[in-house]
């Protein structure tokens, strides 16, 4: 503990942003690097607590309550205030892979469970990790580190999001031939394409650590669809053994009057499209320009949408979300160190904000169908305003409430209501067991399937969740895959 009153002493400072009228002009990072004497003074507020709930996730309530993969924070809190960024370097990356990821799109539900957080705004446990990262591949500490000797086992990984890329990282460690295969373009999968660029540049940074891993003795192998580019009883046959790191992504869909109208689109369509665009130098073929664009949904997702269609250019921007405004602090049934569910103008809505005025988020409301034109265009979405109330069976259903119809001009409608599962038809070429929600059967810790030597981690196993779960269950899989390989295992 570096300094034991520094959670007295000193606030909480936050990192420097370029003003949202400013950043809406490009696609770049906007997060400003904060100064070293400023980043000293954060890792002093660590309170080094007896019981660090910080590093210790868990879930709580179904949210994550401290950091899924374990990230030993008190303790590289305190190198950063000794000003030991090379080793507080090495500490991180014990228990994280990919720290410039987190460092940029988790959540932080580190600072959420953090014991200071009960009374005073929580250490800024995210900045600081991604300072640490930043001064490693400045100052050349971040180096290709290929295993000194090969098992001679494959290793076939299905998918490169971030459950992926990390059982690709531990077991090409563990010395096994690793392939990842990839059926985009370019290798990420989430990371590449399902968040903007400007929240995780993909040039920058996304690519020096995929780069890394070729370095290291990673093959990925893109355009690739198992399925259908390669049998899955091929891919049995050339390796030892498979992963399966597919993701969750079959959206939710809402099936109401006008869906099939020109203008709607599920919100990865229209991230992806994005993002390709800007990798090729070229134009969207989804655009929200001079457009009255709805986004139906809350969440990551739709924050991302608010953000993309600002930077478009649209005309007007609604949100729409079914549940209820949350608080502004939290209420007596979300105590610490559940994940606070409070109020937050995040990223995306703040740019919306600066450019039409206001949050445009409505609360409590429900699309209720799409209108055309005469050319099959939508125009339109008609929404209500809902309650929530228990049904005959005690569960709660939004009720309309009469007299709250609107009709909201729209163009281009985006639909980011989260994902329902993993897409099937792999699983049933293979013969996976599913559960009930049509996830990959098999258990959390163990990773196993129906088919020795076929494994499942991430969302298409646990369903939708934080990037930072699926880099858990990638080091997971990894560690009881090398298990199946060699009987035994010394990766964590």
């Keep these: 503990m570096g300094k034991p009153t520094g959670f007295i002493e000193y606030l909480r400072e936050e990192p420097s942003e370029l003003a949202p009228r400013d950043r809406i002009r490009n696609w770049d990072e906007f997060h400003l690097p904060m100064p070293e004497d400023n980043l000293k003074t954060q ?12 590093h210790t996730g ?7 309550s401290g950091c899924p993969i374990n990230n030993l924070i008190p303790e590289w809190n305190d190198l950063i205030y000794r000003g030991l960024w090379r080793e507080a370097l090495d500490r991180l990356h014990k228990t994280n892979n990919f720290p410039e990821f987190t460092g940029r799109v988790c959540p932080a539900p580190c600072e959420g469970s953090c014991v200071l957080g009960i009374h005073n705004p929580p250490v800024t446990i995210k900045n600081i990790e991604y300072s640490i ?12 580190e290929p295993p000194q000797k090969r098992t001679g086992r494959k290793v076939a990984v299905v998918g490169s999001g971030p459950a992926g890329l990390s059982a690709a990282a531990q077991l090409n460690k563990a010395g096994h031939w690793v392939t990842v295969f990839e059926r985009a373009d370019r290798p990420g999968g989430l990371l590449m394409y399902g968040i903007p660029n400007m929240k995780l540049d993909k040039q920058e940074i996304v690519m020096r650590r995929i780069k890394l891993l070729e370095a290291e003795g990673v093959t990925f192998t893109c355009n690739t669809e198992i ?28 099936p109401i009057e006008g869906r099939s109208l020109k203008g709607i689109h599920f919100a990865m369509e229209f991230l992806t499209a994005n993002t390709q665009a ?69 990223y995306g809505q703040e740019e919306a904000a600066a450019q039409f005025g206001d949050d445009p988020r409505g609360y409590l409301t429900t699309a209720t169908k799409f209108e055309g034109d005469k050319q099959g265009q939508v125009k339109a979405v008609h929404t209500v305003q809902i309650q929530w109330e228990r049904d005959a069976n005690g569960r709660f259903t939004p009720q309309p409430i009469a007299g709250t119809e609107k009709i909201v001009p729209a163009q281009l409608v985006l639909l980011a209501m989260g994902f329902l599962s993993p897409e099937q038809p792999l699983l049933d070429a293979l013969g996976l067991e599913k559960d009930a929600r049509n996830n990959i059967k098999a258990e959390h810790e163990q990773y196993t399937t129906n088919i020795p030597g076929v494994f499942a981690a991430g969302d298409c196993r646990r369903g939708q969740s ?15 895959c090398d298990r199946f390989l060699m009987g035994s295992t010394d990766l964590p």
Excluded at 301 to 317: N, P, Q, Y
Excluded at 466 to 480: K, Q
Aim: hydrophobic residues 35%; aromatic residues 6%.
């Design 43 to 54: 890792a002093a507020r660590c309170m080094d607590c007896g019981t660090p709930f910080c």
């Design 58 to 64: 868990i879930n709580i309530s179904g949210m994550a």
């Design 133 to 144: 990262i930043e001064k490693g591949w400045e100052s050349g500490w971040v180096n290709p």
């Design 227 to 254: 399925g259908k580019d390669i049998s899955a009883e091929q891919l049995l046959k050339e390796y030892d053994s498979v992963i399966l790191c597919t993701g969750s992504t079959k959206p939710r869909d809402l």
């Design 278 to 346: 800007i990798l090729n130098q070229d134009e969207t073929n989804i655009s929200a320009k001079d457009k009255d664009v709805v986004i139906i949904g809350g969440g990551d997702t739709g924050t991302d949408c608010v953000g993309t269609s600002v930077r478009h250019g649209c005309r007007s921007l609604v949100q729409l979300e079914i549940m209820p405004q949350p608080p502004l602090e939290r209420a007596p049934n979300n105590p610490w160190p559940e994940w606070p569910k409070v109020y937050r103008l995040d």
């Design 466 to 480: 934080l990037v930072v779960w699926a880099f858990n269950e990638g080091r997971g899989v990894a560690r009881e």
